[in-house]
T-cell receptor, first 113, second 114 residues
Framework: DAGVTQSPTHLIKTRGQQVTLRCSPK?????VSWYQQALGQGPQFIFQ???????QRGNFPDRFSGHQFPNYSSELNVNALLLGDSALYLC????????????FGQGTRLTVV | AQSVTQLGSHVSVSEGALVLLRCNYS??????LFWYVQYPNQGLQLLLK??????LVKGINGFEAEFKKSETSFHLTKPSAHMSDAAEYFC????????????FGTGTRLKVLA
């Protein structure tokens, strides 16, 4: 059973560009959450998608947006990249919003130069 | 606001010694609590979780944690450290209802000395 898969694993972007990160949840999971982990910090909640809608959002600007597809996979989009957006972006999936356990992917390492 | 505090950003222990990683939470209502481990260039792996059942929780790789409401703590322990335990450990909290986001601590890097 494949766990949570994210792509790409690494990428480098220039300031001002836009980026799209992708996540496939664990089989059977219908809820996807995204987290940003800056170097030396704990993950910070960006938002959560369930039934193709954004259900909760953390303290991130509108430059961060997302989408969930009918097959439960998800994308994280970041516009107008800043140097401070450099981080590991983690996707977590769970079975329904109320499930207590989230499974995390390996993450996408984004470097903005 | 809910928060998680991990005391000690770096902890070093000798191989075979007791591992103790500290975590305190701040919440008016006891949350669900989790410990995750992160190896270099990898995602987070769940070690154990507290979900209002037994206060002493056993996890994978010989780790366990005890929920103490009076101390608002959820410290992680392992009786005997192994070299393979060297990693970053994160404590996280999630409310039991109303919001399902995880609040993470800043992490503790465990170093195991031969």
């Amino acid at each position: 059973d494949a766990g949570v898969t994210q792509s790409p694993t690494h990428l480098i972007k220039t300031r001002g560009q836009q980026v799209t990160l992708r996540c496939s949840p664990k089989s059977g999971h219908d809820t996807v959450s995204w987290y940003q982990q800056a170097l030396g910090q704990g993950p910070q909640f960006i938002f959560q998608y369930y039934e193709e809608e954004e259900r909760q959002r953390g303290n991130f600007p509108d430059r961060f947006s997302g989408h969930q597809f009918p097959n439960y996979s998800s994308e994280l989009n970041v516009n107008a990249l800043l140097l401070g957006d450099s981080a590991l972006y983690l996707c977590a999936s769970s079975l329904s919003q109320t499930n207590t356990e989230a499974f995390f992917g390996q993450g996408t390492r984004l470097t903005v130069v | 606001a809910q928060s998680v505090t991990q005391l000690g950003s770096h902890v070093s222990v000798s191989e075979g010694a007791l591992v103790l990683l500290r975590c305190n939470y701040s919440s008016s209502v006891p949350p669900y609590l989790f410990w995750y481990v992160q190896y270099p260039n990898q995602g987070l792996q769940l070690l154990l979780k507290y979900t209002s059942a037994a206060t002493l929780v056993k996890g994978i790789n010989g780790f366990e944690a005890e929920f103490k409401k009076s101390e608002t703590s959820f410290h992680l322990t392992k009786p005997s450290a192994h070299m393979s335990d060297a990693a970053e450990y994160f404590c996280a909290a999630r409310r039991q209802s109303g919001t399902y986001k995880y609040i993470f601590g800043t992490g503790t890097r465990l170093k195991v000395l031969a």
